[in-house]
């Protein structure tokens, strides 16, 4: 199982973007799925999950951010909108298996992650 992020990009402060999270040999029907990121010089935060509990998001994302799923269940996207500076980092999912963590918000709860996609927001 591996996964592959894309999407990411230099966009103006202001604009929206989607980024993509692919993951090949499986689906994610028996695994949480988590969007995290990374700003330079910061810890990896988590910014969203969907786990058969359905779809959470960590505090500081809420609003601008929307978590959602393909058709076939073997991508998921994350839509940011109204992007600010700080928004700019590396944008990584994580997945674990169902009932195998506590919260899938927490990136050491995590067990495989993608390499992650760039995400420049300037001003």
């Known amino acids: 199982v591996q996964l592959v992020e894309s999407g990411g990009k230099l966009v103006q402060a202001g604009e929206s973007l989607r980024v993509s999270c692919a993951v090949s040999g499986d689906t994610f029907d028996d695994w949480a799925v988590g969007w995290f990121r990374q700003a330079p010089g910061k810890e990896r935060e988590g910014i969203s999950c969907?786990?058969?509990?359905?779809?959470e998001y960590s505090d500081s994302m809420k609003g601008r951010f929307t978590m959602s799923i393909g058709d076939a269940n073997d991508v998921v996207f994350l839509q940011m909108n109204n992007l600010k500076t700080e928004d700019t980092g590396v944008y990584y999912c994580?997945?674990?298996?169902?009932?195998?963590?506590?919260?899938?918000?927490?990136?050491?709860?995590?067990?495989?992650w993608g390499k992650g996609t760039t995400v420049t927001v300037s001003s």
């Open positions: 994580a997945i674990v298996p169902e009932g195998d963590y506590n919260n899938c918000l927490r990136t050491y709860d995590m067990d495989l």
């Open positions: 969907l786990s058969t509990s359905g779809y």
